[in-house]
């Protein structure tokens, strides 16, 4: 790595920035790649917006507007997600996304006794999955999707269940679907 790039790589390290992060970010140059490039852009304006949020919270100090957009990303339409490496250096100083807005736990919701909960998507009663199936597989093997329709337990939460119970050994795998064992 050139001196000019490890000094940049220390002065990011220092900075608290990953070290695969402050890599990248060094290694940017006349060589890089469209993909790079974007991503050295993006962080950059996430790292702007982290510095500009910990200006306004030092007290007895003003955030200097800063631009906005670097001039390559001005014509660009804002993409929405970041990448991972400057998502996680931005959420130590408490900053949820690229607008720069503070996170806020999600209010805690109370939960309602199984006998007042009117969702109709309610959880079936310990077993009550699992005895449906191999009632339904009494009749011969079926695939999952058919216990499905017979049983009306979902289709994903039949093919769990399925899987489940072929690995217990209490159904096995047929030529087409599943079937109880002999």
Known sequence: MPRRNMD?????????????VAKTLSELGEGAGKKAIRVG????AELRAVAEELEKLLPGT????GPDKTPALADRPRRRATPKAT?????RATDSGPRGTTARPAPARKR??????????????R???????????????????????ETGIN???????????????????ATRGYALPK
């Open 62 to 65: 003003r955030a200097v507007p």
């Open 112 to 125: 309602q006794p199984a006998s007042e909960q009117t969702s109709s998507a309610a959880r079936a009663p």
């Open 8 to 20: 940049l790589f220390e002065r990011l390290r220092r900075a608290g920035v990953r070290k695969d």
């Open 155 to 173: 289709t994903g939460t039949v093919s769990a269940t399925l899987t489940k119970m072929v690995r217990a050994g209490e159904v096995t795998k």
């Open 127 to 149: 077993g009550e999955n699992k005895a449906k199936i191999v009632a339904a597989l009494k009749a011969g093997p079926r695939t999952a999707s058919e216990l499905s329709a």
């Open 87 to 91: 998502r996680a250096d931005a959420s």
């Open 41 to 44: 852009h993006s962080a950059v």
